[in-house]
Every structure is written in structure tokens, then in C-alpha cells.
């Protein structure tokens, strides 16, 4: 508009003068002009603004026309997950035949059990007996392991007796040491879910009971619970076989269950109990975000010791998240915790490995050339099977912790993933896969613990394991202790969260492959399962116990694998390391630390 006007005035210069009344009207028109300018100013004005709300608009519905480029340009892959079956209004269509056989399959346990060992800790299926933890008595692990389980696959009559075992035979008042970890998780946990099922307060009136006797565990310097716990005395115990130390999991695995207490009671002492725990952890954690798999009840402080993602670390990474989403997603200091926990996974503790390039978790060991000298961290190429929860509980951490607004799709849009939640949703998927690729074993079955190959291994030629392998086997000699398999749900829980978050029935079909591996090579004739020594070995041989764990978590996981998705729904239950669900809970009380 400046250079058409310089041009009119140009163009004006030479003219002619106008008359008196030309000039009237050109000032007319003058305004004229002036009002339309306005106008279309007005109107570039609107248009401009409506246009930035579209804009606005389309990108918070699709971010990814954004992020795409930008994490491309970043190095990360942008893979949108395949859907393979569709949701239907009324969720994942439920795979009858298959969910009938592991409900025969967990009768075929309980009924045994209840035949032989009915109220007992332990059961051993080739001798047909029970045993219990202590010389004081048991507390009834295996048939509270269970309820939930009896109660999900509709088992009415076995579910009424196991109730009435808790109503007249159940006590606490054992004068002998247990694990203050497992009873939280296994006991605790399992009434606790007893009652969210079933409403029936005679768990709550049990559970309040036990929760009493297991707070005497924190009566330390730190408020760290110490491993052991007198139920009959309510006074905790070190555990004299790590030093009086305390494994980080153990400690870090019992806020669930005791914040759900709190709820149910109303009496936060539980609450602020295990939140202290994690306030010393953040308080006192390495930089990497990573946690040493013991530490000292007395300082409040992480001992020099391993660290990992299997035994004393697992759960600790599991409930980072479980905390976050236990309370809706409401206290975002575990949301931190988590994120930077996983950072540290990252960059740390996975690999791949050296020829198929297969993601795994690692080790990191302590060294010290000299008492009091500096420590040195080596990298072990060791995963152990427990380790393989890692998997699913990235996938569910990527579409909560990692989702830009949840909730997200079934499969989530790389769209509607931030950065974080990329990274951890594709290595979960790749973790799960080489869980799945240790299930390559004569039995089909996977070892307790494997390794992978590593450059300095130099072992190369025909025969030799390339990838994986189990350490200490060799043929003719007695099974070492990695190779054996104890029933564990590690993978098969994996499966089940990848299944409800995509849809993809490949998780349906691995599980499937490893009902049928343990109903081949763990079975008893008589009646329940029996652990195995040699994963490799066929025929197997047996060692004579059925963890409670089969009941509680490997069966329940294969059920829910083939059931629809309105039964317990990742949206409104979580499941604690036992694999009992607790329900999502929206209290008024925050994190204090």
C-alpha cells in the first residue's frame, strides 16, 4: 500500500487542479477508501487468527506432523505399531477354548494342593505333601496366593472353601521369621485383592491384622524395613545372611500394598511408611538413576552391590511406575523417578547382542583393585528370566509416563508418544522378543538365567551358541543352576500387558506355545506342576515343588492373555509384583517429598 500511494501522488503531481466539487468527491471516495481498508484489515485479521486456531488445533490432535520430522532429524525411528486385531465395542474378543484349557490346568494345581497340602506354604506334587516356612507354622501363602485367581476364573466351590480356611484357620500369631517382602506382596496383596473382588470384609479384617505386625519391620534408624519380620513378637529382624543389609526391591515393593491400606482404613501411618522409603532412595540415588541392589537399614543409605534389572532390583523399576499410576497419575515425583530411571536403563544396562543384534538387560558389577581403592564398574552380559517383566512394563510405561496426553490408542500413534515414551514403548517390544527367543529350549521352556555373547568371548565355530547361552551347561554333567525353570510368569506377564496395548495376537501365540511347553514337560500325572532342572533336557527331571507363584501369576496372566479386556482393565487396576490387582485410587492425600 506505501509504494500505490507514493505512485498516486507521482501521478497527481501534473495534473490538472480539480474543481471544487471533484475535490468533494474525491474526498468522498478518500473515505470511502479508508473505511474498506479498515475492512480488509479487519478481515486479514480474523482470518489470520482462525487460521492459527486450526493450526493450533490440528497439531494438538496429530503432534506426530511435528514430531515426526523432528525425531527423525533427532535419529529415532518412528515405527507405528502394526494393529493386528481390532477392538470390538465390547474389547478383545475373549479365546474360549484356549482360556477353558488354563482354567483346567489350574484346577488340576488347586485341587492337588487342596488334596494334600490344604493351608500349608508349600507344595511339593511328587510326594504329595506340604511344608510350611517356619517350624512355627505357615500363614497360608499358597491359598491366599490364590483367592484372586479362583475368584477371576468363576471356581465358586474352591473359592468357598478357600474362604473358609481363611475364616477358621488362618493366624498370624506365629512366633518365627518371615520375609517382610514376601508376605507384603504375597499375603498382604493377596487379600487385599481378595476384597476388591469380592467386597468381603473378612480379607480387610485379615489384612489389617497382618499389616500391624509387618510395621514393626520399619522400626529402624532409617525407617528402611529391615528383611525379616516375628509376626507373633511384631518385632523385625536382620537378615544375617546379607550383613544385616536389605535388598533396594524389597524395600522398594511394598507401597502398593501398604498405600492401599491407607486407603482402605483411613490410617496413613502405612502411607507415610513406605513413602519415607522412597524419599531416602531419591534422596540418596546415583545420578544414573539406577539402583544398587542392597542397602543399609541403619544409614538410610545404597551399599556398594550390583546393579540390575533381575533378582533385588526388578520390582524396584516396576513400582517407580505402579506408584505413578496407582494413584491416577497424580504425583508426578514418581513420574520423575521412573523417567529417570529409565534414562538410566538406557544408557547403561541395555545391549544388543553381538551377532542378531537382540536387545537385552545387562549387569553392572562393582570392582575394586585394592581395599579402599576406586570402583570401577564392569558391564556382565547376564539377564536373568525375572528380568523379563521389563518388557511389558516398558510398553505400559510409554502409553502413561511416555504418552504426550493419555490415554492413547490400542496401539498407541507414534504420534501421541513423547520422545521418552518412543524409545521405551520400541525396546520393550524388542525386549519381549528375546525373551521369547530363551524359550528355544529343548523343552521350549527358558533358563533361570542366561548370558550373551560379547566380543571378548572369542568363541566362534559350528554348535556354539552365537547369541545366548546358558553358562555351565555341558552335556553329561550335572544341570547348573541357570538352567532350570520354577514356573516363573516373568514372560507370560509381559505378554499379557503387550496383548491388551495392541492387539497384536503373535502375544497370544507365543503364550499359547508356552501353556503348552509347561503342560508337556511340568505336569504331574497325580495332580499340580513341578519345577524343572534342566530346560534343556528331555525327558526332564523334576524338582518336587510347585511354586505359589503359578497359581497366583503364571495361570492368571495365561487366563487373562485369552479373556476379553473388560476383565481387570490396565485403566483401572494395577498388579502388584505377586501379580494380585489393586484397584486405581484417587485420594486427597499427595507425595510429601
Excluded at 490440528?58 to 511435528?66: D, S, T, W
Aim: charged letters at 25%; proline letters at 6%.
Amino acid at each position: 500500500m506505501a509504494a500505490e500511494t507514493k505512485l498516486r501522488k507521482r501521478n497527481t503531481t501534473n495534473a490538472p487542479k480539480a474543481k471544487a466539487g471533484e475535490k468533494q468527491g474525491d474526498l468522498a471516495n478518500g473515505q470511502y477508501r479508508a473505511k474498506e481498508k479498515d475492512s480488509g484489515s479487519l478481515a486479514s485479521s480474523l482470518l489470520v487468527v482462525v487460521t492459527l486456531v486450526v493450526v493450533v488445533a490440528v497439531l494438538y490432535q496429530n503432534p506426530g506432523l511435528v514430531t515426526h520430522p523432528l525425531y527423525e532429524f533427532l535419529g529415532y525411528d518412528v515405527v507405528v505399531p502394526q494393529q493386528q486385531t481390532v477392538p470390538t465395542p465390547r474389547g478383545f474378543v475373549p479365546d474360549i477354548e484356549k482360556r477353558d484349557a488354563i482354567v483346567a490346568a489350574f484346577k488340576h494345581a488347586w485341587l492337588a494342593y487342596e488334596r494334600d497340602a490344604m493351608g500349608d506354604d508349600e507344595y511339593h506334587p511328587i510326594s504329595r505333601e506340604g511344608t510350611n516356612l517356619t517350624a512355627a507354622g505357615g500363614i497360608g501363602f499358597t491359598v491366599i496366593d490364590s483367592i484372586d485367581t479362583l475368584v477371576i476364573m468363576g471356581l465358586r466351590e474352591e473359592y468357598q472353601r478357600a474362604r473358609k480356611w481363611v475364616e477358621t484357620k488362618m493366624t498370624f500369631e506365629r512366633d518365627a521369621e518371615f520375609s517382610t517382602f514376601e508376605t507384603t506382596i504375597r499375603v498382604l496383596g493377596g487379600l487385599q485383592s481378595a476384597y476388591t473382588l469380592t467386597g468381603d470384609t473378612l480379607y480387610i479384617d485379615r489384612a489389617k491384622d497382618l499389616v500391624e505386625r509387618i510395621m514393626h519391620a520399619f522400626d529402624t534408624p532409617s525407617g528402611l524395613p529391615v528383611s525379616l519380620v516375628n509376626l507373633a513378637q511384631r518385632k523385625g529382624v536382620k537378615d544375617p545372611n546379607n550383613k544385616g543389609l536389605v535388598g533396594t526391591a524389597e524395600v522398594a515393593t511394598l507401597q502398593l500394598e501398604l498405600r492401599y491400606m491407607s486407603f482402605l482404613t483411613g490410617n496413613y501411618d502405612y502411607w507415610v511408611a513406605g513413602e519415607r522409603v522412597m524419599r531416602l532412595i531419591r534422596e540418596s540415588s546415583l545420578t544414573t538413576g539406577l539402583a544398587s541392589v542392597f542397602m543399609n537399614p541403619d544409614e538410610g543409605r545404597f551399599a556398594l552391590s550390583e546393579i540390575r534389572l533381575g533378582s533385588r532390583g526388578d520390582s524396584f523399576y516396576e513400582y517407580l511406575l505402579k506408584q505413578y499410576l496407582q494413584t491416577n497419575m497424580t504425583e508426578p515425583v514418581y513420574k520423575e523417578m521412573y523417567d529417570f530411571a529409565m534414562d538410566g536403563v538406557h544408557s547403561h544396562l541395555i545391549q544388543k547382542s553381538q551377532f542378531a543384534q537382540l536387545t537385552y538387560t545387562s549387569e553392572l558389577i562393582p570392582e575394586r583393585e585394592e581395599a579402599g581403592g576406586p570402583v570401577t564398574w564392569r558391564l556382565a552380559p547376564k539377564q536373568d528370566h525375572l528380568a523379563c517383566f521389563f518388557g511389558g512394563s516398558l510398553m505400559l510405561g510409554a502409553v502413561t509416563s511416555g504418552a504426550i496426553a493419555p490415554p492413547v490408542s490400542v496401539p498407541p500413534r507414534t504420534n501421541e508418544l513423547t520422545l521418552q515414551g518412543i524409545r521405551d514403548w520400541k525396546s520393550g517390544v524388542e525386549l519381549i522378543e528375546t525373551c521369547m527367543l530363551t524359550h528355544d529350549t529343548a523343552t521350549g521352556l527358558p533358563p533361570e538365567i542366561v548370558h550373551f555373547r560379547i566380543p571378548s568371548d572369542g568363541v566362534v565355530g559350528s554348535g556354539i551358541p552365537t547369541d545366548w547361552y546358558i553358562k555351565g551347561a555341558k552335556p553329561g554333567e550335572p544341570a547348573p543352576y541357570d538352567a532350570r525353570y520354577v514356573l516363573r510368569p516373568e514372560t507370560i506377564e509381559s505378554l499379557f500387558i503387550a496383548f491388551r496395548l495392541t492387539g497384536d495376537v503373535r502375544y497370544r501365540r507365543h503364550g499359547w506355545r508356552i501353556f503348552q511347553a509347561i503342560e508337556t514337560h511340568c505336569r504331574i500325572p497325580t495332580g499340580g506342576y513341578a519345577s524343572i532342572h534342566n530346560v534343556d533336557q528331555v525327558p526332564v527331571e523334576y524338582e518336587d515343588k510347585m511354586e505359589s507363584f503359578l497359581l497366583s501369576e503364571t495361570l492368571k496372566y495365561l487366563y487373562l492373555l485369552f479373556s476379553d479386556d473388560s476383565i481387570l482393565p490396565l485403566s483401572k487396576y494395577v498388579f502388584n509384583t505377586e501379580g494380585h490387582p489393586i484397584p486405581i485410587i484417587h485420594p486427597k492425600r499427595r507425595a510429601n517429598f
